[in-house]
Each structure stands twice: as structure tokens, then as C-alpha cells.
T-cell receptor, first 116, second 114 residues
Framework: QQQVKQSPQSLIVQKGGISIINCAYE??????FPWYQQFPGKGPALLIA?????SEKKEGRFTISFNKSAKQFSLHIMDSQPGDSATYFC???????????????FGQGTILTVHP | KAGVTQTPRYLIKTRGQQVTLSCSPI?????VSWYQQTPGQGLQFLFE???????NKGNFPGRFSGRQFSNSRSEMNVSTLELGDSALYLC?????????????FGPGTRLLVL
């Protein structure tokens, strides 16, 4: 119930292509879905986040699509660049209160490589 | 505004030893969460502190403990180190830890247990 499943584990894309990473969850208490980007030797940094009352959110080249009924959400990176090469994590955050304080549940991560 | 800082950045310990890691949150943030990151298990939640109180705890043995000080700085301690404790330990801070808030991560402390 607490899992977030992420796919693919790794992804290779040519410069200018579209990178797509998918996540699925089971716990309907999750109500905030951030995506983090992590470069080697660094901590994860927030990329973009969405709440379940919105089906799509776009920030620059990054778009989150959210399907509440299917309990799935995905990250699309348009015009992928070599500088986007990093590990991407989806995460889910349940509603505040109870045992959920400060806890993000992460997907397993996707290693994205963008070839020039 | 300064980001989340963690010290030390790297540590090498031997089995059976104990280790203390430190985290300074972003100024004004009172919630500090700790995570363990390994290639096999990914990012796993250890615990969260707010106003010097542990409010949430993940599924880790009692060898993992933490505390928070009145200035919101936090430490985590791992006693009787095991080889499997080798990991990147990340702390993250947020204003209240009540959800729908961005958690800002530090660079992590990489612990190697020999």
C-alpha cells in the first residue's frame, strides 16, 4: 500500500528527444506527487510537483501528467538535453497528520542518459 | 538563503563502531527528515523531527536513532555498524513537515562500513 512503482529503471534518449518516466501507486491517501532530480554526488532536488486535482502541470520542458483513476503519473521531458542526464525519482506524500509527518515514499529511480 | 548542509560529507568506519551525522536545515525550517539511499533499496525514510520531537519513524532497527536541537539542527546516530549500513544518508528540511510542502535535501553523508 505504501509503494510507488517507477519505470523504466534506465532510459537512453537522443538529444532533442522526449524522455518519459512512469510511476504508479496504490495508496489513495497520497495527495502530493513531487519529482526529484539527482546528479552524482548531490542530494535530490525538486523538479516539479503536482496535486491530484490537476491532470497536467508544465514547467518549461518538464510536464507531469496525472491520472487519478488509474493511480498513475508520469514525467515528460521535452527536447531532452545532455545536461538532463541524471537520476529521476518520483515520490508521493500522504495527507498531513497521523503517521505521515515528513515522510516521502520514493520510486526506485530512473537513470536517464541523453546522448548528444 | 543557505541550503541544507550536512557534515561530514564522507565517513569510513569499521563494523561495530558507531557514527553520528549532522544536518543543519534551511533557516526557518523546523522539520527535518532523514533518509537512507542505497542502490538496492533506493531512498528509504528513517525518521522525522519537529520541535525536538520525533513525530514519525520508518522501518529501521533501533540502532538508528536521532535527535533535534532547539535551533532545529538534527543529528542521527547509528550504533554497532554493520556492512549493510553503507549508504548515502540524506537529510531534508521543510517548514512544517505536514505534507504538500517541498522537502529540500542536503548533499548527503556517504558512509562506508568496512
Amino acid at each position: 500500500q505504501q509503494q510507488v512503482k517507477q519505470s523504466p529503471q534506465s532510459l537512453i534518449v537522443q538529444k532533442g528527444g522526449i524522455s518519459i518516466i512512469n510511476c504508479a501507486y496504490e495508496n489513495t491517501a497520497f495527495d502530493y506527487f513531487p519529482w526529484y532530480q539527482q546528479f552524482p554526488g548531490k542530494g535530490p532536488a525538486l523538479l516539479i510537483a503536482i496535486r491530484p486535482d490537476v491532470s497536467e502541470k508544465k514547467e518549461g520542458r518538464f510536464t507531469i501528467s496525472f491520472n487519478k483513476s488509474a493511480k498513475q503519473f508520469s514525467l515528460h521531458i521535452m527536447d531532452s538535453q545532455p545536461g538532463d542526464s541524471a537520476t529521476y525519482f518520483c515520490a508521493a506524500d500522504p495527507n498531513a497528520g497521523g503517521t505521515s509527518y515528513g515522510k516521502l515514499t520514493f520510486g526506485q529511480g530512473t537513470i536517464l542518459t541523453v546522448h548528444p | 538563503k543557505a541550503g541544507v548542509t550536512q557534515t561530514p560529507r564522507y565517513l569510513i568506519k569499521t563494523r561495530g563502531q558507531q557514527v553520528t551525522l549532522s544536518c543543519s536545515p534551511i533557516s526557518g525550517h523546523r522539520s527535518v527528515s532523514w533518509y537512507q539511499q542505497t542502490p538496492g533499496q533506493g531512498l528509504q525514510f528513517l525518521f522525522e523531527y519537529f520541535s525536538e520531537t520525533q513525530r514519525n519513524k520508518g522501518n529501521f532497527p533501533g540502532r538508528f536513532s536521532g535527535r533535534q536541537f532547539s535551533n532545529s539542527r538534527s543529528e542521527m546516530n547509528v550504533s554497532t555498524l554493520e556492512l549493510g549500513d553503507s549508504a548515502l544518508y540524506l537529510c531534508a528540511s521543510s517548514f512544517s513537515g505536514r505534507g504538500k510542502e517541498t522537502q529540500y535535501f542536503g548533499p548527503g553523508t556517504r558512509l562506508l562500513v568496512l
